[in-house]
């Protein structure tokens, strides 16, 4: 029988500001005491929730319980951008394109089926329409180098045959307000998600389905035994025939793929709302998404009253953290170096301050694979998100219940023909490494 002890748990820097600004919710109650269910998964992000959705798809006598270490919205889900894009976003290439056409087409056409099972659910759970949203979304350039990454990508796009608009400074500051970028890429099949509204709205759905939730409850040991797996909190247990780990690099906290994942910390501030003066002096659309040219660049984001308010995110300032923690010291510092990014970008409003700031996690593998499939008998993972935490999450979570089920699919076909994760150098040279490239990666996107 195989145990595993968890050597850490999830740890977040400063408050999730999409859950900051919606509604409160009421606290869900933690695990106590000894439960039982058919199915646990750990993990309450958009792996867990897809997961527990498909499986009762699947099979609506099933009895689901998920646990999360946080509350829903405000772990890694609630500090996500947002953005559920559909066509090829491969962060470690210069212009995004992936590992080839074939490949490509194939992972957009997943892409688009995790799209639609997310509309599907914001129909039928009424999601607030303004929390998922089909708008497109933009790789927004200013530099010369950005504008020829645009070109690149546009040229894989045309072999793609996928529909996408180029567009020149002026349209860029029609949409924006900015007179900073000198060009833009826009694709229409993204779309834009209220990370924590949509999870939250996710989550009450599927507990009217008869999903049991916990939140405050982080797993600190799994085992298995006769009656299948065993997970056990501070202050519970919860007993199932089969267990789902979906919580992306914590796969590695429990001993899976260690050496093999990399942790990236990124970081993000909300502005406050934007007061009637300070929207005049802008201008520019009310609700807009644009990724940087260039994948180490500069993430924006502008949201109106249907999101949480008239705001902009901004997001920027990846580094290396193989224990998956940053400090209160490294969010002070990339805020000071978002605060010049924002400025320049939009000058008009320097007078409008940073209400929310916070970390996140994203994990990655260096040959760009996640990690789906059966670890040990009735154990299987939804995890490694290759931070796509929207649209990849999403595939995994289905895949792990079809999985589970006995069902093949395109979802599990194409996850099945992925290899290990490659591993890394060993520590401290993969911190050193990594951090090392990320600097020169960003230096030379400094104006992305």
């Known amino acids: 029988m195989g145990a595993h002890q968890a050597i850490r748990a999830p740890v977040f820097n400063?408050?999730?500001?999409?859950?900051?600004?919606?509604?409160?919710?009421?606290?869900?109650?933690?695990?106590?005491?000894?439960?039982?269910?058919?199915?646990?998964?750990?993990?309450?992000?958009?792996?867990?929730?897809?997961?527990?959705?498909?499986?009762?798809?699947?099979?609506?006598?099933?009895?689901?319980?998920?646990?999360?270490?946080?509350?829903?919205?405000?772990?890694?889900?609630?500090?996500?951008?947002?953005?559920?894009?559909?066509?090829?976003?491969?962060?470690?290439?210069?212009?995004?394109?992936?590992?080839?056409?074939?490949?490509?087409?194939?992972?957009?056409?997943?892409?688009?089926?995790?799209?639609?099972?997310?509309?599907?659910?914001?129909?039928?759970?009424?999601?607030?329409?303004?929390?998922?949203?089909?708008?497109?979304?933009?790789?927004?350039?200013?530099?010369a180098a950005g504008l020829a990454a645009n070109e690149s990508y546009a040229r894989h796009l045309r072999g793609l045959g996928e529909a996408h608009e180029m567009l020149d400074a002026q349209a860029m500051r029609e949409i924006t307000g900015s007179s900073y970028y000198r060009g833009g890429l826009y694709t229409p099949g993204t779309a834009m998600i209220q990370p924590a509204g949509y999870v939250q709205g996710f989550a009450a759905g599927l507990e009217r389905a008869g999903v049991r939730i916990f939140e405050d409850s982080a797993v600190t040991r799994i085992e298995s035994n006769a009656q299948g797996w065993r997970a056990v909190s501070a202050q519970g247990s919860v007993q199932a025939q089969r267990l789902i780990l979906a919580n992306n690099g914590h796969l590695e906290s429990f001993g899976f793929k260690r050496g093999r994942l990399m942790h990236i910390m990124l970081n993000a501030c909300m502005t406050e709302e934007l007061p009637p003066e300070a929207l005049r002096a802008l201008g520019g659309h009310e609700c807009w998404g644009a990724t940087p040219a260039d994948p180490m660049g500069t993430t924006v984001r502008r949201i109106g009253p249907a999101q949480g308010g008239n705001?902009?995110?901004?997001?920027?300032?990846?580094?290396?953290?193989?224990?998956?923690?940053?400090?209160?010291?490294?969010?002070?510092?990339?805020?000071?170096?978002?605060?010049?990014?924002?400025?320049?970008?939009?000058?008009?409003?320097?007078?409008?301050?940073?209400?929310?700031?916070?970390s996140g996690h994203l994990c990655l593998s260096r040959n760009g694979v996640s990690v789906m499939r059966e670890l040990e008998p009735g154990l299987f993972a939804a995890c490694v998100d290759n931070g796509l935490g929207t649209t990849r999450s999403t595939l995994t979570g289905i895949g792990a219940a079809e999985l589970l089920c006995g069902r093949s699919s395109d979802i599990t076909g194409f996850f099945a023909a992925e290899v290990e994760p490659a591993r890394l150098p060993p520590h401290p040279f993969d911190s050193i490494g990594a951090n090392l490239y990320m600097r020169w990666k960003e230096w030379q996107s400094r104006l992305e």
């Open 14 to 143: 400063g408050p999730a500001g999409w859950a900051m600004i919606l509604p409160p919710v009421p606290p869900r109650p933690r695990l106590t005491g000894a439960q039982g269910c058919d199915v646990a998964i750990i993990g309450a992000g958009f792996a867990g929730l897809a997961a527990a959705r498909r499986l009762h798809q699947i099979d609506p006598s099933l009895d689901v319980v998920i646990l999360d270490a946080a509350r829903i919205a405000e772990g890694g889900t609630g500090r996500n951008s947002g953005f559920m894009i559909d066509l090829p976003h491969e962060l470690t290439s210069a212009d995004y394109a992936g590992a080839g056409d074939s490949h490509d087409r194939q992972l957009t056409r997943l892409n688009r089926h995790a799209i639609e099972f997310a509309a599907e659910l914001v129909a039928e759970y009424a999601i607030p329409a303004g929390w998922f949203q089909r708008a497109g979304k933009i790789n927004a350039a200013a530099s």
């Open 311 to 358: 705001r902009i995110v901004i997001r920027q300032g990846g580094y290396y953290r193989p224990g998956m923690q940053t400090s209160a010291h490294d969010l002070s510092r990339l805020v000071a170096h978002m605060r010049r990014k924002f400025d320049v970008r939009f000058p008009m409003l320097k007078g409008v301050r940073f209400e929310y700031s916070w």
